[in-house]
């Protein structure tokens, strides 16, 4: 009845009693829970913090995984099209032995013969090595300089446009170059070379490019000695030196702007319309568990190539003739009497040697060369990035 206390009351109270004590044991030993973040986001809702986190592009750990990615990305392109770029080396340089094969597929076959049943599978790669020493560094400087300077110009989606993109890409391009320009020099005089004996090594081609001593703008002058009358090259002010490394070093600025801006925006734009919501789900991998925050989903295998190949095409056919003349000014201290040609005087040389045709030269071969090696390099730099965390 009520008012009556039952005869159970107190075994109750004392089990209730007991379990308060274990539940005050269990929560003494349990580990704090982590305070919730202030503002949670939509992405920390479903992904822990502690996985979800946003990569500063500034610390060491970052730079240095992007420089890897970019280089290892180089050197598998180079790799892949070694051969053909020694056929477009000679073709562009005007190799007399080589001058009769321009203009057809049959003669890029027939050179490629030539060069094989004269020098083996060796010939095909000759001057890979300088390749390789030289691209891996470059291509680490693009692509890292691409993601910092990206960062920079383009800090959020809202600032995003072709523009900056494309800017990004050509000052990426200008900063790589700077730095490895020397060895881009080294490699074409290298792949240059035809004779079978005595060739250059890579020391003795460094010491000869060095000590190059081009004559100047006056030309050639008559001396009478004997009744003899001899040729007397006027020379002015001659240079050698480590100017002699940066020998079409103009033209490789001015092509590198169009050529890597054109290479960066064409293959971001291409990736955007890949990603499109109506065929992401054909196009598109999922997302990583570990992607930082706004990281756009990566593409297919496929879909990858295929941007990266479209990029190579549209930038080659942007910057072609510029690169005409650079080879031209590089060699230049090998062939003819050592002048040293301006960008002007190397393009109206091209232009009486050759007319219009002169400046696309090898551009089959460039297309042929630059598709597969822009798409390998894409590819290998996203997927080093995905294996990096980045």
């Known amino acids: 009845m009520p008012g009556i206390p039952s005869a159970h009351q107190p075994r109750e109270a004392a089990a209730a009693a007991a379990a308060a004590a274990v539940e005050h044991n269990h929560a003494t030993t349990r580990p704090p829970k982590p305070d919730p973040a202030l503002c949670p986001t ?5 992904v822990p913090r502690s996985k979800k986190k946003k990569h500063n592009k500034q610390s060491l750990e970052y730079v240095w995984r992007s420089g890897v990615a970019g280089g290892m990305a180089g050197c598998a392109a180079k790799t892949v ?3 053909l ?14 001058v009769k094969y321009t203009g057809s597929w049959y003669g890029v076959a027939a050179a490629m013969k030539d060069i094989y049943a004269q020098d083996g599978l060796a010939g095909l790669y000759r001057g890979h090595s300088a390749t390789l020493l030289r691209i891996f560094p470059y291509a680490a400087i693009k692509f890292l300089a691409y993601e910092q300077i990206r960062a920079k110009i383009i800090p959020n989606k809202e600032r995003e446009t072709p523009f900056r993109r494309l800017l990004s890409g050509s000052l990426a391009g200008v900063t790589s170059v700077f730095f490895t320009y020397p060895l881009e020099v080294i490699r074409v005089r290298l792949a ?5 004996e005595g060739r250059s090594s890579l020391r003795s081609i460094c010491k000869q490019i060095y000590h190059e001593h081009p004559y100047g703008k006056k030309g050639p002058a008559t001396a009478s000695a004997g009744g003899a009358t001899a040729v007397v090259h006027d020379v002015v002010a001659p240079r050698s030196g480590l100017v002699n ?6 033209p490789t600025l001015l092509g590198m702007l169009p050529y890597a801006g054109m290479s960066f925006l064409t293959h971001d734009t291409v990736g955007d319309l890949l990603r499109h919501p109506r065929i992401a789900k054909w196009t598109t991998l999922p997302r ?8 756009v989903a990566p ?4 879909a990858e190539l295929f941007a990266g190949g479209v990029a190579g095409l549209v930038s080659q056919t942007a910057s072609y003739p510029l690169e005409v003349i650079r080879r031209r000014m590089q060699v230049g201290g090998a062939v003819g009497d050592g002048h040293r ?3 002007g005087e190397t393009a109206a040389l091209i232009m009486r040697e050759r007319g219009l045709r002169g400046f696309f030269v090898g551009l089959t071969i460039g297309y042929a060369k630059v598709v597969p090696m822009a798409a390998a390099s894409f590819y290998t730099y996203e997927r080093f990035k995905m294996w990096f965390g980045i």
């Open 288 to 295: 990583p568990d570990d992607a930082p925050p706004g990281k």
């Open 85 to 98: 770029d020694r056929v477009k080396i000679l073709f562009q340089s005007h190799n007399p032995q080589f």
């Open 245 to 250: 490394f940066y020998r079409g070093f103009s």
């Open 341 to 343: 040609l301006r960008i």
């Open 192 to 196: 240059f070379e035809t004779k079978r």
């Open 42 to 46: 939509d992405d920390e809702a479903i």
């Open 81 to 83: 099209v070694a051969p």
């Open 299 to 302: 593409l297919r295998s496929w």
